[in-house]
């Protein structure tokens, strides 16, 4: 039940990554999603680990947001794509 709720969580974190970091991105939209369902795992599995809060704590959704947009900004720095 846990990963369920990660996966619908990070749906929801992706599209307000999306929202907070608008442009053009190598992926679109279903990336983006994509990437906020990894920002949450990543978020919620380093945020556990290090004790910084529990599960089901609201600052865990804040988390996800923040580790979404980092992995947005760096997929975009990756895979940006030519312009000429």
């Known amino acids: 039940m846990d990963i ?10 992706g599209i307000i990554a999306k929202f907070l970091l608008p442009g053009d991105d190598p992926g679109g939209i279903i990336v983006t999603i994509l990437i906020g369902i990894a920002g949450s795992f990543v978020a919620g599995y380093i945020g ?3 004790g910084w809060y529990a599960e089901g704590e609201p600052v865990g959704f804040i988390a996800s947001v ?3 947009i980092v992995l ?7 895979f940006r794509r030519r312009r000429g």
């Open 4 to 13: 369920i709720t990660m996966l619908v969580i990070g749906l929801l974190v």
């Open 48 to 50: 556990r680990a290090a």
């Open 66 to 68: 923040v580790g979404a």
């Open 72 to 78: 947005l900004l760096l997929y975009r720095v990756l």
